[in-house]
């Protein structure tokens, strides 16, 4: 039996490989085909995209900093920040690659200050700066992908950012409860 459904694979990708040219898809009468699917995307999609990458990126590497704080609160919001967007940053890298676009590789400068400042800082300063830069993040991340799902034109990347959206949103709820959290304690 497994060897007759390997001698029918076989065949079968033989004759695909043998087909004539006329399968091959061609672009659609009076439309001319994009030279590769990075020129597909407008303008809005590039911007989203690589703000998306920058953002998420800097997620993880500011909430792998976050991990010092002695605040456990902190850390389960670093930790849960690290799982998500890790998950997040592969699927808008699958898009990309798919797609043909290359993601930033690096934090944009605002990111990098970031990262050093909260590098020297610790203990309550440290909590209290992070916390707040997750809520100033989350703020604009929430509005970029708000904006992909309603005007994008990738589908691809308009899903994604439908997809990814309640859990930005969720992020950026649980930040100013925990930000405000901080603030209160430090108050007293």
Do not use: C
Not at 77 to 87: L, S, Y
Not at 105 to 130: C, I, N, P, V, W
Not at 137 to 154: I, M, P, T, Y
């Amino acid at each position: 039996m497994m060897l007759r459904l390997l001698a029918t694979t076989a065949v079968v990708a033989v004759g695909l490989l043998a087909a004539p040219p006329i399968f091959a898809q061609t672009a659609q009468p009076g439309r001319a085909a994009a030279t590769s699917p990075k020129d597909a995307l407008d303008q809005e999609d590039k911007t989203f995209v690589k703000e998306a990458a920058i953002g998420g990126m800097a997620e993880v590497e500011l909430s792998r900093i976050a991990q010092k704080s002695e605040n456990a609160d902190v850390k389960r919001f670093a930790d849960r920040m690290i799982q998500d967007h890790t998950k997040a940053n592969e699927q808008l890298t699958s898009i990309a690659t798919g797609l043909g676009v290359d993601l930033p590789k690096t934090l944009d400068s605002e990111h990098e200050r970031m990262r050093e400042k909260l590098q020297t800082l610790h203990g309550k300063a440290f909590d209290e700066q992070y916390m707040h830069g997750m809520v100033e993040d989350h703020n604009k991340a929430v509005k970029l992908f708000q904006q992909e799902e309603r005007s994008g034109r990738n589908t691809e990347l308009k899903q994604f950012a439908q997809k990814t959206l309640p859990t930005l949103e969720e992020h950026h709820k649980m930040a100013i409860e925990l930000s405000r959290k901080l603030s209160q304690t430090a108050a007293q």
